[in-house]
């Protein structure tokens, strides 16, 4: 069996002696920045780089007094989840909370599949300096844990602004608006497209979740989106261009491995690079490098798309006091290089959600009810965690 | 066939700011190398950029300085090549949304016409490190130095509307002036804080298509930039001529041989918006804050001095090509020197004497107003040209006054006319030959009598008084 951990930290006692986060116990991934440590991020194009500084999410959580138990596995950047450990040093107590570089949902999936909560915060609330991914428009620091307490603490500790990130907001989240008093008076809304072409067990769950939610009283609106496919589509061009255009700083020249033999720079180039990234990566960053340099008014027209699907998907929301999608709790087990088609598979539901920025938590599946996500509004992420804490009771059997 | 260029420039221009483009680094290039880097500027997994708000003001004066338009809306792109000296793969730079777009000088060209050259726009970028090539023993290796990676650029794009050398040149010297005014950079081709690239092609006369071009790179002063255009108009023409077709590549230009050459073959993908650095909006209040901040551009100084002190519009442009000279020029007639006097004391002795010290103008010990001092002596007739060059010297080595130097020293002039007379008698008595020969009119003779009696008086007689008085006795 491949061992959850790359790193274990030596000496994981808190930095400080109290603080809101004081004992618990957090692993990283090496997508995450921590001074000294290995930093490779899955990838022989990293090996043996170590980071310099600490990411800003892993400051505040040693000034938080978190305990920092090491490094788990990663898919390479942290790209999907062939042969990534997420998830699983929560699942078997070795960790309170885990830091999971989120791209396409790889935070929500793994949560899911250890049967844990979630949440991929808005973006802009959390800095990333010190993430090494693929798609920066779209990767976010992921936090998941056994409940929505541990992770509304979390992102307590760790949201705000950051003077090295100027993409963040500078404002604080508005205040969240007040819960139902229970599960009654709760809306959901359901896009019937997200349904299409889903396993037939995991849209069962789903439906079962739904039902369990509803006669506790949860209303479950219709919401349709015939634009629902272009998620994903948006998804894996825009993503694949910003891929493969900011890759080049994992050059596999200044760390990495440098094959021998090559008569100049360009050769070196490609012969490091080539050996250095796994197939998937590399499948990934020749679509990316297509659409950049073959296609890119293609480009150009799924970042407008973008656009009107952001004000899509928020209008959306806004109806509703958050969005239910499904959610796959298992991922297929060969964690060995697998084709960019396969690695995606998992993450069609959870791409909606990157693509717009707005927050998505993760609940697990219990009993016949499948694992699913809500999406809610931007920056409302505190409340998506508290209506999150409600269904949980709901889902759980409680009233 | 008769040929002309169409010319088109692309000047990048390294902004003085006290720190990097996107990091707290110091913008030092010259110092040891590698000494300032970060994890930002090194490119490393997981830096953030930020950009400075130094910088970005520095851009932006300069763009107001050239007449550009401030855009409301700019953004970073990821501009991708792969390099040594860019280990990250991507320069950050606007190619989409530039920071300015539109704006010009007007030059005036070889047949003293007035030619109205366009910028296309002005955008932000970051400077690439630098390669060091050397050998290790027998063994030649690359070193890369980070110190200038980061640094804040801008791009100054033009129009194609350039025809000859001539014109280029004057707008490169014009340009160095205006950015120079806004103080935002040296503008040294020569130390690369201006660098400047020329895309060329020649088409028949009269033609208006737009033909293939060439870029040149690698010109390190404003004449190499005029010969390599000139010789790539001249190249170009003769291939036309030939029937051989111009295709698109990059050239160096060699000083040593004179020549383009060709070099390696560009590769330019589209770029991709940098998702890291913010857009930049800028509202009209920060843009007219901003105006507030510009000096008086050399272009309205000159017109300004013409109409206030009578100058000439050629003297005017002398003037007004740099700040300190202009500034030196209004304090000295502020002091009540004439503009003329003002004008060719400091183009003939002060500037070649501060150059000659390795001073500069401002921080000159010979102030406006001590040379003030010594002009009102020479105006005043107290003081002869000859006294007052040596009392300017005076006046660099010591602190004393003119008016303290010259009676010290003795160099009040003679004026009076018994004491000139009594010289003059002297003198005439003993050149008899001098003295025949004026009156047979050998015109140099009266030149070689003034200078007996300059001479008899220790050069301290006023010549035109001298002069005055020769003519009354022969």
């Known amino acids: 069996m491949t061992p959850i951990t790359l790193f274990e930290n030596p000496n994981p006692a808190p930095a400080v002696p109290d603080g809101p986060l004081y004992g618990t116990r957090v692993a990283l991934q090496p997508t995450i920045s921590v001074a000294g440590w290995p930093t490779d991020a899955g990838s022989a194009a990293l090996a043996g780089f170590t980071a310099l500084e600490d990411a800003t999410v892993v400051q505040r959580l040693r000034q938080a007094g978190a305990a920092l138990t090491g490094l788990t596995r990663t898919s390479e950047f942290g790209f999907g989840l062939h042969g990534s450990q997420a998830g699983e040093a929560v699942r078997l107590g070795a960790a309170d909370a885990e830091l999971v570089l989120d ?156 094959p021998p033999g090559a008569k100049n720079w360009n050769e070196m180039y490609l012969s490091a690079r080539g050996a250095a990234f796994g197939t998937c990566v590399k499948s990934f960053l020749i679509q990316g490098a297509f659409f950049q340099f073959e296609r890119y008014a293609a480009y150009e027209n799924a970042c407008r798309i973008r656009a009107r699907l952001v004000a899509a998907a928020q209008r959306l929301v806004s109806e509703v006091d958050a969005l239910a999608l499904p959610l796959p709790d298992r991922v297929p087990e060969d964690i060995t290089a697998a084709p960019l088609a396969e690695t995606c598979a998992p993450f069609g539901c959870t791409r909606l959600a990157s ?37 949980a009771t709901v889902c759980r059997g409680g009233k | 066939m008769d040929f002309e260029a169409v010319i088109g420039l692309e000047i990048h221009v390294e902004l003085n700011c006290a720190t990097k483009l996107f990091c707290d680094c110091p913008n030092r290039p010259g110092d040891e190398p590698n000494a300032n880097t970060c994890p930002t500027c090194l490119w490393l997994p997981g830096a953030a950029p930020c950009l400075s708000q130094a910088a970005l003001e520095k851009a932006a004066l300069l763009c107001l300085g050239l007449g550009s338009e401030l855009q409301p809306l700019s953004a970073f792109d990821q501009k991708v090549y792969y390099y040594p000296d860019l280990p990250k793969g991507y320069q950050l730079s606007q190619a989409h949304l530039p920071l300015s777009r539109g704006g010009g000088i007007t030059i005036t060209n070889e047949r003293g016409e007035a030619r109205a050259l366009r910028i296309h726009h002005i955008h932000m970028e970051e400077d690439v490190a630098k390669l ?10 690359s070193l890369v130095d980070f110190n200038r990676a980061g640094a804040p650029l801008v791009e100054i794009v033009t129009e194609p509307d350039f025809r000859t050398p001539h014109e280029a040149m004057e707008f490169l010297k014009a340009l160095r002036t205006q950015v120079r005014y806004v103080g ?42 005029g010969d390599a255009i000139a010789f790539e108009i001249a190249r170009q023409s003769a291939a036309v001529q030939a029937g051989e077709a111009v295709v698109l590549h990059t050239r160096l230009w060699d000083p040593d041989k004179k020549a383009t050459l060709p070099m390696r073959a560009k590769f330019e993908g589209p770029c991709v918006p940098d998702p890291s650095v913010p857009a930049i909006a800028l509202t009209p209040a920060w843009i007219e804050t901003l105006r507030a901040r510009l000096p008086e551009m050399p272009a309205a100084k000159a017109e300004r001095l013409v109409k206030e002190h009578g100058v000439s ?14 500034a030196y020029f209004e304090a000295l007639t502020a002091h009540g020197v004439s503009a003329k006097m003002a004008l060719h004391w400091i183009a003939t002795q002060v500037l070649p004497a501060v150059r000659e010290r390795g001073q500069e103008l401002s921080a000159s010990p010979v102030t406006p107003a001590r040379l003030a001092g010594l002009l009102t002596l020479l105006a005043r007739d107290e003081i002869n040209a000859n006294a007052a060059r040596e009392v300017l010297v005076a006046l660099f080595q010591s602190e004393a006054s003119a008016e303290t130097i010259v009676s010290a020293r003795g160099f009040r002039q003679i004026s009076d006319t018994g004491a000139l007379d009594a010289l003059i008698d002297q003198v005439l008595a ?42 009354k006795r022969l």
């Open chain 1, 103 to 258: 791209m396409m949902g790889e935070c929500r999936v793994a949560a899911a599949r250890a049967g844990a909560y979630g949440l991929t915060p808005s973006a802009g609330l959390l800095s990333r300096l010190g993430f090494i991914g693929l798609i920066p428009s779209m990767e976010r620091c992921g936090l998941l844990a056994r409940s929505c307490g541990t992770l509304h603490a979390l992102l307590a500790a760790l949201a705000g602004p950051d003077g090295r990130d100027l993409t963040l907001e500078e404002a604080p989240p508005p205040a969240p608006a007040p819960l139902p008093a229970d599960a009654r008076g709760v809306t959901l809304g359901v896009i019937p497209q997200a349904l299409d072409g889903l396993p037939a067990a995991q849209a069962e769950g789903f439906r079962a979740a739904l039902a369990r939610l509803a006669t506790a009283g949860v209303a479950v609106r219709e919401l349709p989106l015939p634009e629902y496919d272009l998620f994903a589509l948006v998804h894996m061009i825009v993503g694949s261009v910003e891929a493969s255009s900011c890759a080049g700083r994992y050059d596999s020249v200044r760390y990495g491995r440098r």
């Open chain 1, 355 to 391: 693509v717009t920025g707005q927050p998505a938590l993760a609940m697990p599946a219990a009993g016949a009810c499948g694992a699913l996500q809500l999406v809610g509004p931007r920056l409302g992420d505190a409340r998506l965690l508290a209506l999150g804490e409600t269904l």
């Open chain 2, 132 to 141: 060091v090539h050397e050998l290790e023993g027998r063994q030649p290796i």
């Open chain 2, 184 to 225: 935002a950079s040296e503008c040294s081709m020569e130390n690369g804080t201006m660098r400047v690239d020329a895309n060329i092609s020649v088409r028949p006369r009269g033609s208006s298509q737009m033909n293939t071009k060439v870029e040149v790179k690698n010109m390190n002063s404003v004449r190499h930039v």
């Open chain 2, 313 to 326: 519009a050629e003297d005017a442009a002398f003037l007004s090509a740099d700040t300190d000279v202009a």
């Open chain 2, 430 to 471: 003993a050149q008899p030959a001098a003295l025949a020969d004026v009156r047979n009119g050998v015109g140099k003779a009266t030149g070689f009598l003034i200078g007996q009696v300059m001479q008899a008086s220790q050069g301290k007689a006023n010549p035109k008084r001298i002069k005055e008085l020769l003519a």
